[in-house]
């Protein structure tokens, strides 16, 4: 099952029943299982979730980056109706920085610390658009400033060490969009920024979307985010969605108890104020090789039943717009 806001409209991605798993001594442990998710165009994707629930691994799937030994077992990965798992790899690898880019989660990893950020940015135009060295040149000076960083020329010469955590992350979005590509995948483009910078940079991407009509897969653990930048919302759990549908219904409207749970964390004003405890969610994430019997939340889960041990993990197509996979969702113990 899939939510979208245009029904009639080819989806820009589409993918379908994604399993990926990664192989050890216990055997072949799930990050993602049978995921069902869809993008249109210049449409923002919000993946909500705590950590290592397969928000990035189902992310570098799409660009065939799923780290050893982990592995695409099944499924497909449409992008504008062909599977790009069916491609040649070397094809495939058009695709990659060109029409669909990414911002990883660490810039810090991600940027080469012995070249400088021209070298860089300069070399991506260079490979991906076929520029001369000139003409790349003047485009990073022009993307540098695009994304907010002052004196862009004189950054060029800068090795990454020599720039801000936020200045690091302007480098990552710059590069990610100096293809203009028509998808782009954002893993936590604000871990470990202050708040200001925070709020610039999801702006930034929110602009750039405007002005692109790109599309968007925003990837993070903060509600908050997700809700003020993202159209859609699928919420996942041990490796599945719990929780589709608009930013609005799942946050004002939440129809499985992790995703109110998640909800019932958030920090409120008064109760800050107050001093008031929060109300976290009782446990710990699963172990992803030791998941309990039918839905993984159920250790977790203050309204957990008998049944819970027996239900499939798949979301209720009673509400096609807004979908939940708690079959419990509607009982009076949830009103």
């Not at 062909?82 to 991600?110: H, N, V, W, Y």
């Amino acid at each position: 099952m899939t939510a979208t806001t245009r029904s009639d409209a080819s989806p820009l991605l589409k993918i379908t029943d994604l399993t990926i798993g990664f192989a050890d001594s216990r055997g072949v442990v799930l990050a993602a299982d049978r995921l069902n998710l869809q993008v249109d165009q210049n449409q923002t994707l919000g993946l909500l979730g705590e950590s290592g629930c397969g928000k990035s691994v189902t992310l570098r799937s799409i660009l065939g980056l799923v780290p050893y030994p982990g592995e695409v077992i099944t499924g497909q990965i449409e992008w504008m109706g062909r599977d790009l798992r069916r491609i040649p790899r070397r094809e495939r690898a058009k695709f990659r920085g060109k029409e669909i880019s990414m911002i990883f989660q660490d810039p810090t990893s991600c940027l080469n610390p012995v070249f400088t950020i021209g070298n860089q940015m300069i070399e991506t135009l260079k490979v991906k658009l076929g520029m001369s060295a000139q003409d790349a040149h003047h485009r990073a000076v022009e993307l540098l400033d695009h994304v907010g960083i002052p004196s862009p020329e004189q950054r060029l010469k800068l090795y990454p060490h020599q720039l801000s955590g936020g200045m690091r992350q302007r480098v990552m979005i710059a590069i990610a969009i100096s293809t203009r590509p028509r998808l782009l995948l954002a893993d936590e483009p604000t871990t470990a920024l202050d708040v200001t910078i925070q709020d610039q940079i999801l702006k930034l991407l929110d602009d750039l979307k405007s002005e692109t009509g790109m599309s968007v897969i925003l990837v993070s653990h903060d509600v908050g985010v997700v809700a003020q930048n993202a159209d859609l919302v699928a919420v996942m759990y041990a490796g599945r969605i719990m929780e589709m549908g608009t930013a609005q219904q799942v946050i004002q409207h939440p129809r499985h108890p992790y995703t109110r749970g998640l909800l019932s964390a958030l920090p409120e004003i008064d109760a800050v104020r107050a001093r008031e405890p929060l109300t976290p969610i009782p446990g710990q994430p699963p172990n992803l090789a030791k998941l309990p019997p039918g839905c993984p939340f159920q250790p977790r889960c203050s309204h957990v039943r008998d049944e819970c041990e027996d239900i499939p993990v798949e979301l209720d197509r009673r509400y096609p717009e807004h979908g939940s996979a708690c079959p419990f969702v509607d009982a009076e113990v949830f009103s």
